[in-house]
């Protein structure tokens, strides 16, 4: 015990050295961007592409994975490995840190002095940050002991360091970003999400999809959230304990449907063992699904806010919370917001529900929570579905124009950085 203590205080000593000495360095008019698990993805990626194509300002991206850096590299783009020598000099004099999750997507321990840019990678429906009230991430962000201080500010120090923007698509997003962050409203630029804005800036959608060559009645995305419980607990597959891939598969091809399983990264090893059955492909590993996501025909998902992404595509939307009361009291709970939310669409708890929801999207093209129940209604009405879209997408500026004057703004003047 007096090691781990010793080996965290030196850890913490080194950490917040590295980082205040890092603000001591002139920074450059240019920008460091890096993604979570080391990928090339998700609101960073779409960004990065738009300032590649736009010139807008000298655009580096940053990954531990060398495997990555050598394909974009390849591609023509600037890219280093975080520990490189260049990777190191670009990250200690960038005026600009764009991630999706935390520094360390690009490297968190030379961020000090540097304009902080977080574009997040969801809509808050379960609680984030400094909002979080239970499971094992809150004594992470409300460390009651001195043991559990010296845990949090030794293993945790990128989570403590608060972002200087975030993007926030409506007043309820910015709401709940001001609090789980500990920001202020002047922090927040009003805009949309850069990827799910690019497509739509650039016209894409040429992305090749696993069934292109293939005649499918039903393109379905079962998408769920990470369990937060996996941190301690990582054993057990609880998607195979909850579906039966074999059945599931059977019906798949009875009903000329095929599901695309996207687990978490940090779920991913569970995905390996699921994608032994037709008509189930995973894609996991994909960077991300933003660019097919306009060929999906049902979204499922459980507390991910990829539901709120798709709200602004014409797929329907089902939930599968199979472990709801577990996810509540174990992972996160949701924000209060949420329970008054109206339905984007039915919810089913168990396989045989989620069997039968399928196999009535096959005879009827939608779906419904049970055949015989023509009281259910399947999906949210028109109605229904504009008020979600107004409560999560408020704000129609395209995120990317409002990041390019952001930077523009910064090139010939300095920006003040909010208190």
């Not at 607990?233 to 579906?243: F, P, Q």
């Not at 669409?345 to 005879?363: R, T």
Request: hydrophobic letters at 35%.
């Amino acid at each position: 015990m007096l090691f781990s203590y010793v080996d965290q205080c030196i850890r913490l000593l080194i950490t917040q050295t590295l980082y205040c000495l890092s603000g001591l360095i002139p920074k450059q008019h240019k920008a460091v961007m890096g993604c979570y698990k080391n990928k090339f993805a998700d609101n960073s990626k779409y960004l990065f592409l738009h300032w590649q194509r736009q010139q807008t300002i000298t655009a580096i991206w940053i990954s531990g994975d060398k495997a990555l850096i050598k394909q974009l590299t390849q591609q023509g783009y600037l890219a280093y490995y975080r520990w490189s020598l260049m990777g190191v000099f670009h990250a200690l004099t960038a005026k600009y840190y764009i991630y999706n999750s935390y520094i360390g997507d690009i490297n968190q321990y030379f961020a000090k002095g540097a304009i902080k840019i977080n574009l997040w990678h969801g809509s808050p429906l379960k609680q984030i940050e400094f909002d979080i009230s239970n499971g094992p991430l809150h004594s992470v962000y409300h460390p009651s002991t001195w043991a559990q201080k010296l845990n949090a500010k030794a293993l945790y120090h990128q989570q403590y360091v608060k972002p200087d923007f975030m993007l926030a698509a409506s007043d309820t997003v910015k709401g709940l970003f001001r609090t789980g962050f500990k920001m202020t409203d002047e922090q927040f630029l009003c805009c949309g999400n850069p990827r799910t804005d690019y497509h739509r800036y650039y016209q894409i959608n040429n992305h090749q999809t696993p069934f292109t060559n293939q005649e499918v009645k039903h393109v379905i995305l079962y998408a769920p959230s990470w369990r937060d419980s996996s941190l301690t607990n990582d054993n057990n597959n609880i998607y195979a304990e909850a579906i039966n891939f074999k059945a599931l598969s059977t019906q798949l091809i009875d009903q000329n449907q095929i599901l695309l399983l996207r687990l978490h990264p940090n779920e991913a090893h569970f995905a390996a063992e699921l994608d032994q059955y037709p008509n189930i492909i995973n894609i996991t590993e994909w960077d991300d699904i933003y660019g097919i996501i306009n060929k999906i025909d049902l979204l499922i998902t459980d507390y991910s806010s990829i539901y709120i992404d798709a709200l602004q595509y014409k797929c329907d939307i089902a939930f599968f919370p199979f472990d709801k009361a577990h996810y509540h009291s174990e992972c996160r709970s949701e924000y209060s917001y949420v329970a008054k939310l109206p339905a984007a669409g039915p919810s089913v708890y168990n396989f045989a529900e989620l069997q039968n929801m399928l196999k009535h999207m096959a005879v009827n093209a939608e779906p419904s929570l049970n055949v015989a129940d023509s009281s259910r209604q399947a999906f949210c009405s028109p109605q229904t579905r504009q008020v979600l879209t107004n409560t999560f997408w408020q704000h129609s500026t395209n995120a990317l124009d409002c990041l390019d004057e952001l930077v523009k703004q910064g090139q010939h003047e300095a920006i003040k950085k909010p208190a």
